[in-house]
């Protein structure tokens, strides 16, 4: 089963600065692709940024950044200019194609918890 | 912009009893996710449907548990009877394409008494 690694159960930045969520997981298939949620205290998911595992160059959305090394199984999100509405909880999560006609799911970790100091 | 749909928000159920979850997806997406999420941890994939089949409940309690989306459109998640184990946020989502982006609603937060 696949197998999602965030060793950070919380982590604390203060405001502007710069903050690093690790991810790592565990896939022998070389086709995935992983996605950072964020999953404030109201419950709902918000999508950050994607990474196929083909992608030659790290994936960028505004300030989020994925520091993707796929021979380290390693897909840690950057995020930079801390704001204090990133306070929240972030996913990592690995979509694994099953191929054929089944179908692949998406595996989530445990989460980080960010809190941002003003 | 559009939402994925679900309700209630929240639900009070005493142990034992029925409820019911209905999700409604964003329009034109034909794979819905139902995902049960614990306090503390990541989102668990109950069930997956492809329009209106069901292409993955390996993780679903079928003694309890059953979803539906007989339409292909909206979708109900129901468990009889619940037990306090069942308590937790039970979440969304649809996409349009297997590996694309999936779009989460707000979620029903469950606890059963």
């Known amino acids: 089963a696949q197998k999602i690694t965030q060793t950070q159960p919380g982590m604390f930045v203060q405001e502007k600065e710069a903050v690093t969520l690790d991810c790592t997981y565990d896939?022998?298939?070389?086709?995935?692709?992983l996605f950072w949620y964020k999953q404030p205290s109201s419950g709902e998911m918000i999508f950050l940024i994607y990474?196929?595992?083909?992608?030659?160059q790290n994936a960028t959305e505004g300030r989020y950044s994925l520091n993707f090394q796929k021979a380290r199984k390693s897909a840690n999100l950057v995020i930079s200019a801390s704001q204090l509405g990133d306070s929240a909880m972030y996913f990592c999560?690995?979509?694994?194609?099953?191929?054929?006609?089944?179908?692949?799911?998406?595996?989530f970790g445990q989460g980080t918890i960010l809190t941002v100091h003003p | 912009e559009a939402e994925v749909a679900q309700s209630p928000r929240y639900k009070i159920t005493e142990k034992s009893q029925a409820v019911a979850f209905w999700c409604d997806p964003i329009?034109?997406?034909?794979?819905l996710y139902w995902y049960r999420q614990i306090l503390g941890q990541g989102p668990e994939l109950l069930v997956q449907?492809?329009?209106?089949?069901?292409?993955?409940d390996s993780q679903l309690p079928k003694d309890r548990f059953s979803a539906e989306r007989l339409k292909g459109v909206d979708s109900t998640l129901k468990i009889q009877p619940a037990e306090l184990g069942d308590s937790a946020m039970y979440l969304c989502?649809?996409?349009?394409?297997?590996?694309?982006?999936?779009?989460f609603g707000p979620g029903t937060r469950l606890t059963v008494l």
């Open positions: 449907f492809q329009d209106e089949s069901v292409v993955d």
């Open positions: 989502a649809s996409s349009s394409l297997r590996y694309n982006e999936q779009f």
């Open positions: 329009s034109g997406h034909a794979t």
């Open positions: 990474q196929g595992s083909y992608d030659q």
């Open positions: 999560a690995v979509f694994q194609d099953a191929g054929g006609t089944s179908y692949g799911k998406l595996t």
């Open positions: 896939t022998s298939d070389p086709s995935y692709g």
